[in-house]
T-cell receptor, first 113, second 118 residues
């Protein structure tokens, strides 16, 4: 069965600094990878996804992620963060042919002025 | 596109009563919808997978008779929490996915429902 590990439960960053949120997965078969963002008391919004093709994917709000098959990683990056990026970020994986999404434990990104 | 509407956003009920939560795909047909539960400061826990026109598939440990799921159309799934108790208080989130191609692997989420049982 697949699993997802988000290595950092909390990441504090100063405004306009770069940030990387780490995500590693385990699976013996082909996977699809996702990053979602959750603002307080709201549902999840899709930031970006890797389904096929280029391993560098760009999403909304200036975020991007790179799928690294050899390292089984899908780290999320943003070159310059804003206060409004303060939220919980979830990495998720699904296996080809399966319906379910498996989520990581989430990373709380806090942007300090 | 791919908007999922969830209603209500917040509900307070008395212990022993039942509560129905609706999940609608507004601009697409969702052959599959999912129901999750989220505890404070935790990740999402999948409760059940709902396929249109068939019985829901529940995850291990989720009580089928407590959490009734109906997916009667391609745009609507409902979760009914029957005889709710304070321990059922939580944040419930639904998601829906398109039925074709690679896009079927993408889940779009509703805004969630906060249930408080007194």
């Amino acid at each position: 069965a697949q699993s997802v590990t988000q290595l950092d439960s909390q990441v504090p960053v100063f405004e306009e600094a770069p940030v990387e949120l780490r995500c590693n997965y385990s699976s013996s078969v082909s996977v699809y990878l996702f990053w979602y963002v959750q603002y307080p008391n709201q549902g999840l919004q899709l930031l970006l996804k890797y389904l096929s093709g280029s391993t560098l994917v760009k999403g909304i709000n200036g975020f991007e992620a790179e799928f690294n098959k050899s390292q089984t990683s899908f780290h999320l990056r943003k070159p310059s963060v804003h206060i409004s990026d303060t939220a919980e970020y979830f990495c998720a994986v699904s296996v080809a042919g399966a319906q379910k999404l498996v989520f990581g434990q989430g990373t709380r990104l806090t942007i300090n002025p | 596109g791919a908007v999922v509407s969830q209603h209500p956003s917040w509900v307070i009920c008395k212990s022993g009563t039942s509560v129905k939560i609706e999940c609608r795909s507004l601009d697409f047909q969702a052959t599959t919808m999912f129901w999750y539960r989220q505890f404070p400061k935790q990740s999402l826990m999948l409760m059940a997978t709902s396929n249109e026109g068939s019985k829901a598939t529940y995850e291990q440990g989720v009580e089928k008779d407590k959490f009734l799921i109906n997916h009667a159309s391609l745009t609507l799934s409902t979760l009914t929490v029957t005889s709710a108790h304070p321990e059922d208080s939580s944040f419930y989130i639904c998601s829906a996915r398109l039925g074709r191609g690679l896009a079927k692997n993408i889940q779009y989420f509703g805004a969630g429902t906060r249930l408080s049982v007194l």
